[in-house]
């Protein structure tokens, strides 16, 4: 059942799409002027097929003000300074799997090459690897460089990189994405309109929808945060639990951070997103501590990956479960070391669980995109990591450290 993904230019007239006859639904990522301004998905009718009159209705519909919002924004707003821009590292951290890291890198590279970007390094992080594929792959290229770390875990990788980083500007890509040809010019444009900002997200849309998980990953909301600038400080009115429900902010697979700051609040918590055990929260918890720490955090959406969803229902189900255990041991963590808004968190975890149980009963009766089995995992999972998983991964980490060192 899958989907076809298009990309439409809309200063360009609409063009007809074809779409085959295996396919059971359309999902479109709409640019004016080559920037990303909105994504639509729908399922296709029995026919398959999608009039030329049919999109332009469902364009029209669906994103008419925010075409004529881009039309103005991008006539009245000056073009942005952007000399000075921070050097910049691009780390990814990866384990096993060099085959997504060389489609990472076929899509970075020609922005690395090309003769009016900045300069930027491009450092691959190896994390406890089983073989030497990766390694071999990077010896390969020369503009791109290696390093190993021993201790599993992907929060120790990205602390490898905080280090071993050249540049003032580090960014965090998930091997299992490829960034958008306006991803850098993304980033550098959040850092001229937010020169003060310590942290950058940007926007997730999916990079393939073959199978029914995919599918419903994305249906449910998948990664994104919308197509909206968004300036992140110490409060966000309207907001009581701001900002402890830190998924607001963006997805681990694309940020960037100030390096410096990154030091200053001693780098990411190795506890989280640990791997296998705990393979949540650390980018959770450092939009959180950044915050706290009085930075602005920036969302922008031209700052856009694709990333590859799982593709089994059953992976799928695991990852809901790693959700809901990850954001509970980040919560159990602040809990312990942020006194101040411990108040302000549990009410957090009174509004996660209630969000829950009504997702739950919405699906058993048919009002919600997932089965109740998906949405029970993602329940459970915040049960365990409420219940002890960040003082148990405290040890383990310990212990991960005792073996390497």
């Known amino acids: ?7 439409i230019e809309l200063t360009h007239p609409l063009p007809t799409l074809e779409i085959p006859a295996t396919h059971t639904g359309l999902a479109i990522v709409l640019r004016y002027r080559d920037r990303p301004i909105g994504f639509l998905i729908r399922p296709l009718d ?3 097929q999608l009039t030329l009159e049919q999109l332009e209705q469902w364009i029209a519909q669906e994103m008419g003000t925010k075409l004529l919002q881009e039309v103005i924004r991008q006539e009245l707003l000056p073009p942005l300074d952007l000399t000075g821009f921070p050097t910049l590292t691009i780390a990814i951290c990866t384990k096993d799997r060099p085959n997504n890291v060389l489609r990472l890198l076929q899509s970075l590279l020609p922005l690395q090459q090309a003769d009016r970007a900045p300069r930027f390094e491009i450092l691959v992080v190896d994390n406890a690897p089983t073989d030497d594929r990766t390694q071999t792959l990077i010896a390969s290229l020369p503009t791109v460089r290696y390093i190993r770390e021993p201790k599993a875990g992907l ?22 994405v490829t960034v958008d040809r306006q991803w850098l010019n993304g980033l550098m444009s959040a850092w001229a309109e937010n020169p003060d900002a310590a942290a950058f997200t940007g926007l997730v849309l999916p990079y393939e929808l073959e199978t029914e998980a995919q599918i419903l990953f994305e249906q449910r909301g998948g990664f994104r945060r919308g197509f909206e600038k968004i300036r992140y400080g110490s409060t966000q009115p ?16 694309n940020m960037a951070f100030r390096r410096q700051v990154l030091l200053e609040l001693g780098g990411f918590d190795d506890a989280l997103d640990t791997g296998k055990p705990l393979p949540g929260g650390g980018d959770l918890d450092i939009f959180y501590r950044v ?24 992976q799928l189900r695991h990852q809901y479960w790693t959700w809901g255990l990850g954001m509970m041991a980040f919560v159990v963590k602040s809990l312990q070391q942020d006194p101040p ?6 009410q957090l975890i009174a509004w996660w669980f209630k969000d829950q149980l009504c997702q739950l009963q919405q699906s058993m009766i048919r009002q919600h995109v997932l089965s ?3 949405i029970s995992s993602e329940f459970w999972g915040g049960i365990v990591g409420l219940f002890g998983e960040y003082p148990r991964s405290l040890k383990r980490v310990e212990q991960i450290r005792r073996q390497c060192s």
């Open 155 to 176: 929060d120790f990788a990205r602390n490898r990189a905080v280090q071993d980083a050249t540049g003032e500007l580090l960014a965090f890509l998930d091997d299992d």
């Open 1 to 7: 059942m899958p989907y076809r993904l298009a990309q």
């Open 291 to 314: 915050i706290r720490a009085g930075y602005p955090l920036v969302y922008e959406p031209q700052y856009l990956v694709y990333h590859q969803h799982r593709r089994e229902l059953a």
């Open 341 to 346: 808004l411990r108040f302000r968190l549990v």
């Open 372 to 374: 109740p089995g998906m």
């Open 238 to 253: 309207g907001n009581p639990l701001y900002p402890c429900g830190a998924g607001i902010f963006g997805a681990g697979c």
């Open 46 to 48: 029995a026919n398959r």
